[in-house]
């Protein structure tokens, strides 16, 4: 049987990511990733788009939980990773979100 082993990566401060903004940050292994902000929670997917490759924090537009891609407007809600626009049809890789002593932490 395999374990399975998570750890937990401090990205930035709460304070530096306001309501209805998202921010690229990097795991350890240099895989970017984007951190939404939706009113007090955070949430974390991949920073590629399924359908485009594209990054979603440079290119996309985030309004409440949904982020969309303007390559060809497909959409994701950044709670789950789900598609919720074509043609978007795979979803995002998700993180768990924690915040932690003012930081935002993510388990890989």
């Keep these: ?25 990097h795991l350890p292994e240099g895989n970017p990733i984007a951190v939404y902000r ?3 929670q955070f949430y974390a997917t991949d920073d590629k788009c ?13 309004s409440g939980c949904i982020i969309e891609c303007s390559f060809h407007f497909g959409s994701f809600n950044v709670t789950t990773g789900a598609p ?3 043609p978007c ?4 890789k998700t993180y768990p979100v924690r915040v932690q002593d003012g930081f935002i932490h993510v388990e890989i």
Excluded at 2 to 23: H, I, S, Y
Excluded at 50 to 61: A, F, K, Y
């Design 89 to 92: 049809e795979v979803p995002l």
């Design 84 to 86: 919720v626009a074509m």
């Design 38 to 40: 939706v009113g007090e």
């Design 1 to 25: 049987m395999t374990e399975t082993r998570t750890r937990t990566v401090a990205l930035f401060a709460v304070d530096e990511l306001q309501n209805g903004e998202m921010r690229q940050a």
């Design 50 to 62: 399924t359908h485009g490759e594209v990054s979603l924090t440079e290119e996309g537009t985030l």
